[in-house]
């Protein structure tokens, strides 16, 4: 089973940036769509942004402009650039391999302070 280990969480103000990663270990990486979802408090998890084998990206409509998802095969890893963070954006980040998903890392914590 692959495993997902998220990295670069943390506190930021608000305007700042964080660059969020994701190692995937296992070699169905390279096949698979990837995804970033949060989950704020109280509030469901949410795709905010997705990309494909190929490279073909989705993001959802409130951090368009502002999210970048890219994906680097050579080292199993796919990243989440956050710029210009807004203290909405306070959640735990997951990343996600698949689409329907078929596994879930444990998550990152981002908070924006205003």
């Known amino acids: 089973q692959v495993q997902l280990v998220e990295s670069g969480g943390g506190l930021v103000q608000a305007g700042g940036s964080l660059r969020l990663s994701c190692a995937a270990s296992?070699?169905?990486?390279?096949?698979?769509?990837m995804g970033w979802y949060r989950q704020a408090p109280g509030k469901q998890r949410e795709l905010v942004a997705g990309?494909?084998?190929?490279?073909?990206?989705n993001y959802a409509d409130s951090v368009k402009g502002r999210f970048t998802i890219s994906r680097d095969h050579a080292k199993d890893t796919v990243y989440l650039q956050i710029d210009s963070l807004k203290p909405e954006d306070t959640a735990v980040y997951y990343c996600?391999?698949?689409?329907?998903?078929?596994?879930w890392g444990q998550g990152t914590q981002v908070t924006v302070s205003s």
């Open positions: 996600a391999l698949g689409y329907p998903v078929r596994s």
């Open positions: 296992g070699s169905i990486f390279s096949l698979r769509t």
């Open positions: 990309i494909s084998s190929g490279g073909s990206t």
